[in-house]
């Protein structure tokens, strides 16, 4: 295991610049909305959020002047509308606000919105945050290139996000790690190997365990498991590449244990050729809109000069692919990447049809 600090600093919040807010707007990832994070900040207290267990959620749970209450409750209930529905307000009155909680944790300080429906006592989460490139790119290139569809919305700074069902990793293995069957523990090992390697190829950083979900989903006699990230903002930031494997954290070593126990070498270099090439064919159904992403990356600072002079050897070194020493930008470098990976599945894979 490696112990060094893999992330030595904050990373700072980087503006959408007006490049990618086009791109925004063409995909229907940019739409005006009825209230910005900013106006969330206006809370006249808040209490304390606890745990199951009495402990501190690091979240509060704000509450607001009597004369804002109504707009703002209003207000969210017509952004929930929007990025579920069609934005047609026939379903607000049945939609409550049950609770607005604030996070001074992490770098992205979200709030979180729980809608409930009254009919039948269903809820579902939003989250509301500080629009921040990075996260966007990170959001977009997790829509694209993961198992995983994600719905998000843009407007000027403020952010909104769908919430990412599952159970969050360090909450896993303290309380489900134990109860998983030996079949299962294999089964989640070569999930793990599978997100490690989707972790690496398209550049997310920090996956520490409580920053992906774990998903586990009934499949005739038995569960499968599927790991998602939830948290995108060290998208092509750092320099150091051991920080896009989630294989170096020091929290997901008893994931690293269990793949170690459970999987040969050679069924992990199986599995690592599995993600690689569906990442490779999705790559390839999404030519046009990865192709107008990267565009927008290749002229963003999302990162300092030394991080991409750095992060550009350590893929050189680690692929020997020329390529990534003529890289200036993280977008470059992206591009470089899944080059490398796309044309690696097409060369191995003989049955293409060209």
């Given at each position: 295991?490696e112990?060094?600090k893999l992330i ?8 959408i610049?007006e ?5 925004l ?7 005006k909305?009825?209230v910005?994070?900013d106006?969330l900040?206006r809370?006249?207290g808040?209490?304390?959020?606890y745990?199951?267990n009495?402990e501190d ?8 002047a009597e004369?804002?209450?109504?707009e703002?409750?209003?207000?969210l209930?017509?952004m ?9 307000e026939d ?6 606000v049950?609770?607005i ?11 979180r919105?729980k809608?409930r ?10 989250y509301?945050?500080k629009a921040?490139a ?25 952010l909104?996000e769908?919430?990412?069902l599952g159970i969050p990793?360090?909450q896993?293995l ?6 998983v069957?030996?079949?299962g ?6 999930e ?14 920090d996956?520490r365990s409580?920053?992906y979900?774990?998903?586990?989903s ?5 569960v499968e ?6 948290d ?5 930031f ?16 008893p994931f ?5 126990d ?20 999705r ?5 046009e809109?990865?192709?107008?992403l990267l565009?927008?990356m ?5 990162s300092?000069?030394e ?7 350590d893929?050189?070194?680690?692929t ?5 020493k003529?890289?200036n ?9 899944f ?5 690696n599945?097409e ?5 293409i049809?060209?």
């Amino acid at each position: 295991m490696e112990e060094q600090k893999l992330i030595s600093q904050k990373k700072p919040a980087y503006p959408i610049n007006e490049q990618l807010y086009d791109y925004l707007t063409e995909y229907n990832r940019s739409i005006k909305i009825p209230v910005f994070y900013d106006d969330l900040l206006r809370f006249a207290g808040a209490i304390v959020v606890y745990d199951k267990n009495g402990e501190d959620t690091l979240w509060v749970r704000v509450y607001y002047a009597e004369y804002e209450r109504d707009e703002i409750d209003l207000s969210l209930k017509r952004m929930y509308l929007i990025l579920h529905g069609d934005g047609s307000e026939d379903s607000l009155p049945f939609l409550t606000v049950d609770a607005i909680d604030y996070c001074t944790f992490g770098n992205s300080k979200p709030f979180r919105i729980k809608i409930r429906n009254i009919l039948n006592d269903n809820h579902t989460y939003l989250y509301i945050k500080k629009a921040d490139a990075s996260r966007v790119y990170g959001l977009e290139l997790e829509h694209i290139l993961s198992p995983n569809n994600i719905n998000f919305l843009v407007y000027k700074d403020t952010l909104i996000e769908e919430h990412v069902l599952g159970i969050p990793g360090d909450q896993f293995l303290v309380e489900n790690l134990n109860t998983v069957s030996e079949s299962g523990k294999k089964r989640l090992s070569k999930e793990f190997v599978k997100f490690n390697e989707r972790c690496m190829i398209r550049l997310l950083g920090d996956m520490r365990s409580y920053n992906y979900v774990i998903v586990a989903s009934y499949d005739f006699d038995q569960v499968e498991y599927r790991i998602r990230a939830m948290d995108f903002d060290q998208q092509s930031f750092e320099g150091n590449l051991k920080v896009y494997f989630p294989q170096y954290f020091k929290e997901n070593y008893p994931f690293v244990k269990m793949v170690s126990d459970n999987l040969q070498n050679e069924s992990v270099e199986q599995y690592k050729k599995e993600e690689r090439s569906a990442i490779a064919r999705r790559l390839r159904g999404s030519q046009e809109r990865i192709n107008d992403l990267l565009a927008c990356m290749k002229n963003d600072r999302i990162s300092t000069q030394e991080k991409t002079d750095e992060l550009k050897m350590d893929l050189y070194n680690y692929t020997l692919d020329m390529d990534f020493k003529k890289c200036n930008t993280m977008g470059e470098i992206l591009k470089v990447a899944f080059d490398f990976v796309t044309r690696n599945y097409e060369n191995v894979n003989t049955y293409i049809i060209r």
